[in-house]
Each structure stands twice: as structure tokens, then as C-alpha cells.
């Protein structure tokens, strides 16, 4: 039902800014095609950022933590040019520090989420106890370093951490509450993408000879409530997806990783006082509880260690919905 209300605010500002009814419009008619993303007042949310340094931002930020993120930084590779890989990534070369992240930037809110994210990761890696096995010096199951990678990006959209990364009182106060609104239907739109998403690979693999458009149609309109316009018989919009192709079965990870960050956001209030990211004993919190055990656990032995509780939605349902 809070999908749907978001949905309705969405195709009724869609329908207004193209001029056509709501039942005219499709997925083309958001931002990018897959619907994964909200798509209102995006270029007005990014002039909160007119000349910020996302890298800069982001590195006051993680200081903040107790994390000095500067040396990822210079390993990392940060800026678009022609034939780079357009994804965005955090990879550690040898599980003894050398991380790093290959990123895009450009000044959008999305980037400085993207950018908060993938350091996430790379807060997360370099966390483990340095006294353990190298084969247990990583994540149980990818939930739990998408968990804090998540929960780092979410500071992007945080009015008061907002007001920190772009470093001034940016004296729109109207504009941050809106950035803040908009995470909620983020959060609400992504939760739709996913079944999309899990529910088309659990498809593709079980019957890779079925007509996979109509099937990928088919559940965009089931879980995202959204049709496509036009004849879509014998294409393949589907392969544009960049995971299906080079990051397969990975998705679900990142709903799950939306369930545990909102549980952790919750642990951090009743252990520091504070839901956000913004703080040293945060910090603290963060490396012993979610970062230091490493592989030594199960994934739900350690979201249990971190939260007190096994894996649940009520935690993000409380938050978003």
C-alpha cells in the first residue's frame, strides 16, 4: 500500500510534466528505464550539492567514524572517461588492506550516495580482525557488507548528515526535507525492483528457453505496477540490465542488506543514542559488532551479534513504510 501511494504522487507528477494521463505513461517516462530509481525533481534535489567535492565530502564524513578513507581514495579511480566501465565498485586486492573503488562522479545526490556506499564496503573490509585466518577475512554472505554499504549511502539523503557532507548551511531548508522524502520513495521503489529482478533470474535460470521479454514484462507490471508502451514482442530489454550479464544472482543481497541496515540503524540508536552515522562510538559500534568478525560466524549468527534479534523487515517497514 505505501508503494502504491508513492506510485500514485509519482504518475500524477509524471502525467502534469508530460501532459498526458497516467495511463499514457510508461517506464520510459521515469528517469532511467527500469523504474529502479525515484524519479521527481531529481535536478532540483542536486543543486544541494553545487560545489561540493564528493570525494572530499565523503572523506570528512568517514572521518567522523574514526575512518581514515584518504588512502582508498588515491588507490581508487573516481572519474568518467571515455571507455571506462560505467558501473561502480569496491574491491579488496589481497585481504591485507589494499582496497579500492572505481567510481563516476558527477554531481548528483545518486553519486554521493554512490560514492558513500562503496566506501562502505571499503570500511567494511578493512574492519576485519587482523588476527584472523585470510580465508575468513570476509563477509558471511554479501548481506552484511551490503547492509553497511547501504546504510552509508542512505546518509546521503539525511537532512542532518546532508547538511554536514555539503559542509555550509545551505539555507534550503525547504529543499533538504524534500531530499529527505525522496529516500523514502527510493526505498519503496527499490523494494518493487528487487522481486523484479530475483523473481526474472530464478525464471531465466529454471527455463532459459521461454520468451524472457514477455516474461521480464510480465513481472514489471505484477510487482512494479508499471506497463510498457508499445510492442515490446522479440526485443530484449531485459539483457540491458548490467547485473544479469556480469553481476547474476546478486540482487536479492541487496534487499536483504536494506532489512539488516534498518535493523542496525536501530541497534545503533539504543547503544550510541543516535541513528546516525555521526559519531565515533558509532564507529566503534559498527567495528566491533558487524565489522571485526568476518567470516568467523554465520550470517545469521552475526545479525543476531549485531542486532540482538534474527533477520527481519520489521526494522525497514517501520522506517519507510
Known amino acids: 500500500a505505501a508503494y502504491e501511494r508513492a506510485l500514485a504522487e509519482i504518475n500524477a507528477s509524471l502525467a502534469q510534466k508530460f501532459g498526458v494521463e497516467s495511463s499514457a505513461l510508461g517506464p520510459w517516462a521515469w528517469s532511467e528505464p527500469f523504474c529502479q530509481e525515484d524519479p521527481l525533481d531529481n535536478q532540483e534535489l542536486d ?12 572523506e570528512r564524513f568517514y572521518r567522523r567514524l574514526g575512518v581514515d578513507v584518504g588512502p582508498i581514495l588515491q588507490r581508487s579511480d573516481m572519474v568518467e572517461r571515455p571507455g571506462k566501465n560505467q558501473h561502480a565498485f569496491c574491491i579488496h586486492i589481497d585481504r591485507t588492506g589494499d582496497v579500492r573503488t572505481l567510481n563516476n562522479i558527477r554531481s548528483s545526490l545518486k553519486w554521493m550516495e554512490t560514492v558513500l556506499h562503496e566506501l562502505g564496503h571499503a570500511t567494511y573490509e578493512l574492519g576485519f580482525d587482523e588476527t584472523l585466518p585470510w580465508l575468513l577475512r570476509e563477509p558471511p554472505h554479501m548481506i552484511s557488507t551490503e547492509a553497511m554499504a547501504l546504510l552509508a549511502g542512505r546518509q546521503a539523503y539525511r537532512q542532518s548528515s546532508l547538511r554536514f557532507l555539503i559542509g555550509r548551511d545551505s539555507g534550503k531548508e525547504m529543499l533538504l526535507q524534500k531530499v529527505e522524502k525522496s529516500l523514502r520513495r527510493r526505498e519503496l521503489i527499490f523494494s518493487r525492483w528487487v522481486l523484479v529482478m530475483t523473481a526474472f533470474e530464478s525464471e531465466l535460470y529454471r527455463n532459459p528457453s521461454q520468451d524472457l521479454n514477455a516474461l521480464w514484462w510480465h513481472l514489471v507490471e505484477k510487482y512494479q505496477k508499471i506497463k510498457p508502451t508499445g510492442d515490446r514482442a522479440n526485443r530484449f530489454d531485459w539483457a540491458c540490465k548490467y547485473h544479469i550479464g556480469l553481476a547474476p544472482v546478486y540482487y536479492f543481497s541487496y534487499l536483504l542488506g536494506e532489512l539488516f541496515a534498518s535493523a542496525i540503524q536501530e541497534a545503533l540508536t539504543q547503544s550510541c543514542g543516535d ?23 554465520s550470517w545469521s549468527a552475526l545479525v543476531q551479534h549485531v542486532t540482538g534479534s534474527a533477520l527481519s523487515g520489521d526494522a525497514w517497514l517501520r522506517e519507510f513504510s
Open 47 to 58: 543543486t544541494v550539492l553545487d560545489s561540493v567535492d564528493i570525494s572530499q565530502a565523503s
Open 275 to 297: 541513528a546516525l552515522l555521526s559519531s565515533p562510538e558509532a564507529g566503534r559500534f559498527l567495528q566491533e559488532k558487524l565489522f571485526q568478525p568476518g567470516n568467523r560466524m
